[in-house]
């Protein structure tokens, strides 16, 4: 039987992308949740430092919280080498570098040249390899750049090449902005597969902003890809709200390939259910589609129930 | 370059399917703007009897309003040979018939059984043949059935058999209430397609229940089918409320086409605009994914402009 991965980035890129901060404690509960829905890569919280996203000031402490579980691998996201000692300290074990293959994008992001953090990342990838991490290497915007428009797969291919002599362990491609088409992510990804990266190491972050995670994420299987990035609800930037773009809903990905007949390892129910958790923790109504007809099955069920 | 064809149904799914009751001229500014933005087919109302649906009760009168537009075809839907009659008298020229794969979504929805709904269906093709009609035959529940589950193929072989002998020109084929997944739409249009109906004489009606619209249409691009169904805003059933299935989005759709370089013949920011008016009149905000993004970025770029 075929099979997918999810990673699930929500308690990474959904949170830091919401207004609330969460006490630690229910960033541990989600995780927990996660984990018991059969959940085994999480993206836990980012390195940074706490000042930047108060989001996520809390990376070390929500470590140590996190629950033991065989076989579940927790990353977190390496900005800097700074960031990469913390993780370190705080006994994080697979770690998450990140670029842009916009020079633009980056700048903006991170306020340096595509080329310096190049430098930076593959100094963050020597040491965490010294350390015998598990690396992931984000890039972002490749299939499109919210300030450039098309980003020419030659930025990605150079980037790639230099991140899988590196040594990472998985390349991520990010659809930052929710730019890419079907068809192009087959372009892309071969691509990238001609320039001798083996596809099992290839995972793709779909973003939902036009409403074509879900489309874009097959297009990625058709060609091979088993390593997709999810946030339940949807988490991390409401479609509603001006410059935001919600990341690819791991319901909507776990509903689909199971349908298909495609094993995810995860109990869909129980992945729904900790995304009502973290919508309930926010305060504000999720923008997953799966998310939001589970909830209203849900609501019926217990109308029916009580009629 | 290759093309697709989309076939508006927001005027008879969209309303039949909302709450408010708009006035005639507003439905018929709707259509106008749809025309204007370059669409093609529009599923304009449904010659039911006007009491079962107050929304469409203005069947005649509306059509007696439509902008005269080259090129363009005005579909009724028709339950019955009365309603066949009404469209005749009213002008209509393109009509659809439908009936259920699912005995008892078809009982539920018409009190009828298959078989029963088959000859009356029938009876209607033969008559809108003889005043020369274009005949498009709905087939319901194709993909699944929210009170049976599965839905044999075979159950939808059967119905199609007779639609074509009867003289059908287009066999619509629908996933009601969200439920098929690309894998499942690609076997069974090959099913259809080797039974020998030629796939330029297939449409598909997919509803975005479970965030799966787009991903399915695009399944059956994959195979062929050119011809897709779809509403402004995603209107016809908000995901949100309990029991409906909102329809697949139109703006989605035309969004991805082009963006693959599958032309539309759309201009998608009229089409878009066209869906803002209809939420506008409606009075709730509709779920369609890209028109959400839309909305989203037209604010932005009004802020820009002002600051």
Not at 134 to 156: H, K, L, M, Q, W
Not at 159 to 165: E, P
Not at 168 to 173: F, M
Not at 242 to 259: H, L, Q, R, Y
């Amino acid at each position: 039987m075929a099979s997918v991965a999810l990673y699930e980035v929500s308690p990474r890129d959904g949170l830091q992308n919401e207004a609330a901060v969460l006490p630690t404690a229910v960033k541990a509960e989600l995780i927990g949740r996660l984990v018991a829905a059969g959940v085994q890569d999480i993206e836990v919280t980012s390195f940074v430092r706490p000042r930047w996203i108060p989001q996520l000031s809390d990376a070390v402490e929500l470590v140590r919280m996190l629950p033991k579980a065989e076989g579940v691998r927790y990353w977190g996201l390496i900005p800097n080498q700074v960031g990469l000692e913390r993780a370190v300290e705080g006994g994080i074990r697979h770690v998450a570098t990140f670029l842009s293959a916009s020079e633009t994008h980056n700048k903006k992001n991170v306020n340096r040249t595509v080329r310096e953090s190049l430098a930076s990342v593959e100094e963050v990838i020597a040491v965490a390899r010294d350390e015998q991490m598990a690396i992931r290497g984000y890039i972002s915007t490749v299939f499109g750049c919210p300030y450039e428009g098309d980003v020419p797969v030659e930025n990605t291919l150079r980037i790639v090449d230099r991140l899988m002599t590196a040594g990472v362990d998985v390349i991520a491609l990010g659809d930052t902005t929710g730019m890419a088409n079907p068809r192009q992510v087959r372009e892309v990804l071969a691509r990238v597969i001609a320039a001798g990266v083996p596809v099992e190491r290839i995972a793709v972050h779909m973003h939902d902003t036009r409403g074509t995670a879900l489309a874009n994420a097959l297009a990625a299987y058709e060609v091979g890809v088993r390593q997709f990035d999810g946030s339940v609800g949807g988490m991390g930037g409401c479609p509603y709200a001006p410059g935001a773009s919600g990341n690819a809903a791991s319901e909507d990905m776990v509903n689909t390939f199971e349908a298909m007949g495609i094993s995810t390892g995860i109990d869909l129910d129980r992945l729904a259910a900790a995304g009502v958790y973290a919508e309930e923790q926010l305060g504000h109504e999720l923008p997953g589609r799966y998310h939001l007809y589970w909830k209203g099955a849900r609501s019926r069920a217990a109308a029916a129930r009580s009629a």
